[in-house]
T-cell receptor, first 114, second 111 residues
Framework: AAGVIQSPRHLIKEKRETATLKCYPI?????VYWYQQGPGQDPQFLIS???????DKGSIPDRFSAQQFSDYHSELNMSSLELGDSALYFC?????????????FGPGTRLTVT | KNEVEQSPQNLTAQEGEFITINCSYS?????LHWLQQHPGGGIVSLFM???GKKKHGRLIATINIQEKHSSLHITASHPRDSAVYIC?????????????FGKGMKLTVNP
């Protein structure tokens, strides 16, 4: 069965650089959620999209932006990277008309900022 | 008080032991996830449940909505079960759809 795909799986950037993370949901999933998990931390919700519109927003820094495209994939853009942005970023997708809890997780992108 | 609390925070077991990981939550939820994360790895969903009990291989998950409590059981534990196990709930209050995560329980199974 198809799963959520994230790319890249690993990314190393320097401070003040920008990064773009991509999430490809399972086919026929129209909702995407982004989460951030810092080292030794529990995951935190960043932002979600439903039908290409932002549906909910969590603790996402102003330096970050995200969008969902017509094919339902989503991109998380991170600018002016800081050391504290080093984390595992994973996304989840939800099927069309599925309940909110039915989220399927991607493997994550591990971002290291040096 | 955290919305999702897991116990214990760390657990070391011997191969073959029966293991129980607990999760209590304080918010009204529609469902609960049990997730597994190996060191340096991504998140793997083990179970998504809103009532009763689910079983997959050596893993069993139960939830009691009235008591706001869930347990994950591992039978005949194996060193490859060593990982962090995270409980996450879908908080339905205020119309939000986001998941709220527990801090995870680090399990080490020794051979």
């Amino acid at each position: 069965a198809a799963g959520v795909i994230q790319s890249p799986r690993h990314l190393i950037k320097e401070k003040r650089e920008t990064a773009t993370l991509k999430c490809y949901p399972i086919p026929r999933h129209d909702t995407v959620y982004w989460y951030q998990q810092g080292p030794g931390q529990d995951p935190q919700f960043l932002i979600s999209f439903y039908e290409k519109m932002q549906s909910d927003k969590g603790s996402i820094p102003d330096r970050f932006s995200a969008q969902q495209f017509s094919d339902y994939h989503s991109e998380l853009n991170m600018s002016s990277l800081e050391l504290g942005d080093s984390a595992l970023y994973f996304c989840a997708s939800r099927p069309l008309a599925g309940p909110p809890y039915e989220q399927y997780f991607g493997p994550g992108t591990r971002l290291t900022v040096t | 008080k955290n919305e999702v609390e897991q116990s214990p925070q760390n657990l070391t077991a011997q191969e073959g032991e029966f293991i129980t990981i607990n999760c209590s939550y304080s918010v009204g939820i529609s469902a609960l996830h049990w997730l597994q994360q190996h060191p340096g790895g991504g998140i793997v969903s083990l179970f998504m449940l809103s009532s009763g009990k689910k079983k997959h291989g050596r893993l069993i998950a139960t939830i009691n909505i009235q008591e706001k409590h869930s347990s994950l059981h591992i039978t005949a534990s194996h060193p490859r079960d060593s990982a962090v196990y995270i409980c996450a709930v879908c908080d339905t209050q205020g119309g939000s759809e986001k998941l709220v995560f527990g801090k995870g329980m680090k399990l080490t199974v020794n051979p």
